[in-house]
Nanobody, 120 residues
């Protein structure tokens, strides 16, 4: 079965850290641009970060620059999102997507998401 599975979400206090993982099964991630997106209740989906297939190029939303780091381990068929200095406004369902273009307008695979809650 071809799928992406996110993990690592949970409840964390403001200022804390989490590392999200996006693991692929049934296909090879290293052929794809991988994007992390998030959607909070009542808000539109937001692109958080993306990484090129080789891992040398990354991009971040202004809202997370300097706090989040995207990386990939193609040998493990997994992409990570390290989230530091978390804020309550980072609360959302985070999901990853495998795309064939840098814009990630052409999602090939998408996970179901993992919930991140930043609260006291």
């Amino acid at each position: 079965q071809l799928q992406l599975v996110e993990s690592g979400g949970g409840l964390v206090q403001p200022g804390g850290s989490l590392r999200l993982s996006c693991a692929a099964s049934g296909f090879t991630l290293n052929n794809y641009v991988i994007g992390w997106f998030r959607q909070a209740p009542g808000k539109e989906r937001e692109g958080v970060s993306c990484i090129s297939s080789g891992g040398s190029i990354t991009k971040y939303a202004d809202s997370v620059k300097g706090r989040f780091t995207i990386s990939r381990d193609n040998a493990k068929n997994t992409v990570y999102l390290q989230m530091n200095s978390l804020k309550p406004e980072d609360t959302a369902v985070y999901y990853c997507a495998a795309c064939t273009s840098w814009s990630c307008n052409d999602v090939q695979y998408r996970g179901k998401g993992t919930l991140v809650t930043v609260s006291l």
